[in-house]
């Protein structure tokens, strides 16, 4: 079994992070069920490690309430 080293290591979570924000993004712009603030809200409450970084997006009017 091989070990990972600290650039594999960062390489796995920026690509973890990277499709995480593509997903987010993919729900944003979803034609027919966006993700709306409420949802995002309840997601926010409901597991804050993941969805938090993604609360700016309550602030600046893009998505619907």
Request: charged share 30%.
């Amino acid at each position: 079994m091989m070990n990972k080293t600290s650039m594999q290591f960062w390489l796995s979570a920026q690509k973890a992070n990277a499709e995480k924000y593509h997903t987010f993004l993919e729900m944003v712009n979803d034609p027919i069920n966006p993700i709306t603030k409420r949802d995002l809200l309840k997601n926010i409450e409901r597991n804050p490690k993941l969805w938090e970084c993604f609360s700016g997006w309550l602030k600046d009017g893009k998505l619907k309430d």
